[in-house]
């Protein structure tokens, strides 16, 4: 027998068209913006609070989930045809490994390690490359990487739990306008403003204001109005953590490049 890769890039092959269909709606979801950003007061404070017009297609999370089922059985297709190219043939239990940690790859459970069992009869040569590109290889951005992406959806869906939102995926920059001096910019860091889900009604940041001590005379918009600036969205899709369109995009980019890789080294 010799590897045979059409199978492999059929899974692949659908995975792209899906996701080139979902891109489409959500382009057309995202233009013109389905979500407003307005200046709201109760009482002596002020909160720029997201108001979102038009909900995303709850179905669309549906969708990716099968993007990433397609994608990732692919990659355990490749697996299979990797042990043929070895030599040998394909048993039961032969997947191809995503691992955010390396001492849950290669720590033995039993007579064999997770790597042992998964790759069994996949040839050294192949082993190596397959090792090379572990998520854990990344370090602190494990989680990050392309192939942790596809593996993290592909275990929600599995619950049941992935649902569409729209998602703010660069930290928001507020100006905060006074009447007596110039416009100041406010940016916000840290980790609370990596690509978040917003919801109706949620607040992106919020100023009190009490008025001087015997008067009741004016508000805090008198002296300071707070604006949105830039915030890029796109559409997302969370559970435990959020992931957007562009990762998924770049999750099934890394699969085909992978698929690629081993095609090369296989023995014509």
Not at 98 to 115: C, H, L, M, V
Not at 193 to 206: K, Q, T
């Amino acid at each position: 027998m010799t590897a045979d890769l059409t199978a492999v890039r059929q899974k692949l092959a659908r995975a792209k068209n899906k996701l080139d269909a979902l891109s489409k709606e959500a382009a057309a979801y995202l233009d013109p913006a389905p979500y407003r950003f307005v200046v709201e007061t109760r009482g002596y404070t002020e909160a720029i609070t997201c108001r979102i017009d038009r909900p995303p297609n709850p179905d669309w999370a549906h969708e990716l989930a099968e993007i990433a089922y397609q994608a990732r059985s692919s990659l355990d297709l490749l697996i299979r045809q990797l042990v043929i190219d070895s030599g040998n043939v394909p048993k039961r239990g032969t997947q191809f490994p995503i691992f955010i940690a390396r001492n849950e790859y290669t720590t033995k459970r039993g007579r064999e390690s997770p790597r042992d069992r998964m790759l069994k009869g996949v040839a050294t040569r192949h082993r190596r490359v397959i090792d090379n590109l572990q998520p854990y290889q990344r370090a602190r951005k494990a989680h990050e990487d392309p192939l942790a992406v596809l593996q993290a959806v592909s275990n929600r869906d599995k619950h049941n739990d992935i649902y569409t939102a729209v998602a703010a995926v660069k930290k928001p920059r507020f100006k905060l306008a006074r009447r007596d001096i110039d416009d100041l910019i406010v940016d916000f860091t840290g980790d609370k403003f990596r690509p978040y889900a917003m919801a109706d009604g949620d607040e992106l940041i919020s100023l009190n204001w009490m008025p001087p001590p015997g008067s009741s005379q004016g508000t805090l918009n008198t002296y300071v109005h707070l604006e949105v600036m830039d915030l890029e969205t796109d559409l997302g899709f969370h559970s435990d953590r959020l992931f957007t369109l562009a990762d998924i995009d770049r999750a099934v980019l890394h699969t085909s490049g992978i698929v690629d890789r081993f095609a090369a080294r296989i023995r014509p």
